[in-house]
């Protein structure tokens, strides 16, 4: 674009410059006839011939300059014309694979033929599944639809955004192996965790089925800051999750914690994430997210992890006693009351962390997004909290 306007201003000003010169050249033009016709003969001076010759010579100058400007003009637009069209991410016909785990052949075989449903999602165009490839690889599938993105140009962004999430390696973060696109859905294929997820893990725990020490819970805490810190501040551009919440972390067998679903809101086009009590208020009052709405959810994350209770029973309990006054309210006041929860977890060697860990989790719910820490702030507070 400064090319454009720099050539144009010099177009204009040579316009300038020349019309001048034409004007003269056309008088010397029409007085010819004039003279010659006159019975009277009027010497030129001498020094016309050489203001005649300097003015062609300047005329020359000029159409040479605006043609050799125009014609360089033409020359880089056509280049960066052809280079853009070059370098463009061609469109796939067929998945993306990201890992060399994977053969396109034997895994749009087991898409045709997936029927092992994985649970129930929360939301309404999300179902996922488990398959097994033909090299005896288990994977996690998940299937968005409708996905409108039928358009070539549409189709092709999105595979430019998966092929970026697809290049993201950390351990706290769930990498997405493959992506089938097709008319009116697609498919997201993830590692299969066995052990589930966070939420899985502390349904059992109030459950009397699993025993979760302070060590493990504030592990999985630091793991998940982790995947924040990672999307927030080393990715390029800067990843959101949009929709963190137990049921999106999922653990392994040694209960490290990776992230799921993230940024699948701001990449697919009407992907609908609905509101929970781990959404943060500025995305329910004006739909607006940044990383601070993130942060949010994890400090509701965060209360869980220390109580064990999920913050819906929560909202029931105070609700039943007449506490209830909205979703902040009453997250607010559960907050005051976990205290005894955690006196009543038998912890109370790790008592004093824990205390410490609620007020974290505190500021990371505040209502204000200003109040809470940045995601690198949150993981130096909670690693030296495991240090204390």
Not at 37 to 48: D, N, Y
Not at 71 to 77: D, G
Not at 90 to 102: A, V
């Amino acid at each position: 674009m400064a090319f454009f306007a720099f050539t144009i201003h010099t177009l204009l000003f040579l316009f300038l410059f020349c019309f001048p010169l034409f004007s003269a050249a056309n008088c010397v033009v029409q007085t010819e006839p004039l003279l010659a016709s006159s019975h009277h003969f009027v010497p030129f001076p001498k020094t016309s011939h050489f203001k005649n010759g300097f003015q062609r010579i300047l005329l020359s100058v000029a159409l040479g300059l605006v043609t050799g400007l125009t014609a360089a003009f033409l020359s880089v637009w056509f280049i960066r014309t052809l280079l853009r069209y070059l370098n463009r991410t061609p469109l796939l016909q067929g998945p993306l694979i990201f890992s060399p785990k994977i053969d396109a052949d034997s895994l749009q075989s087991a898409l045709r033929n997936q029927t092992q449903l994985l649970g129930s999602s929360s939301s309404p165009n999300v179902k996922c599944y488990r398959a097994i490839l033909a090299n005896g690889l288990t994977v996690a599938v998940k299937r968005l639809e409708p996905i409108q993105c039928g358009k070539t140009e549409a189709r092709r962004r999105m595979q430019q955004k998966m092929a970026v999430l697809g290049g993201l390696k950390h351990r706290n973060v769930m990498s997405l192996r493959a992506y089938v696109g097709e008319m009116g859905s697609c498919c997201l294929v993830y590692d299969f965790v066995p052990t589930g997820s966070l939420e899985d893990a502390m349904r059992k725990v109030r459950e009397n089925q699993l025993e979760l020490k302070w060590e493990v819970r504030l592990r999985i805490a630091i793991g998940i800051a982790r995947g924040l810190q990672f999307l927030h501040f080393e990715c390029n551009p800067q990843i959101l999750h949009c929709n963190l919440k137990p049921s999106n972390v999922l653990l392994d067998a040694e209960f490290e914690p990776r992230l799921a679903d993230f940024g699948l809101t701001n990449l697919i086009p009407d992907f609908q994430t609905p509101a929970s009590f781990y959404t943060a208020p500025e995305c329910l009052n004006n739909s607006r997210y940044t990383d601070k709405s993130d942060i949010y959810s994890f400090g509701v994350i965060l209360r869980v992890l220390l109580t064990g209770r999920d913050p819906s029973e929560a909202e029931q309990a105070l609700s039943d006693r007449g506490d209830g006054s909205g979703s902040g309210g009453s997250l607010g006041r559960w907050l005051e009351q976990s205290v005894e929860s955690i006196r009543g977890e038998g912890m109370e060697e790790e008592e004093e962390e824990m205390v410490l860990a609620l007020r974290i989790a505190g500021v990371c719910a505040s209502e204000l997004a200003e109040d809470r820490p940045c995601s690198d702030e949150l993981l130096v507070m909670l690693t030296q909290l495991q240090s204390f």
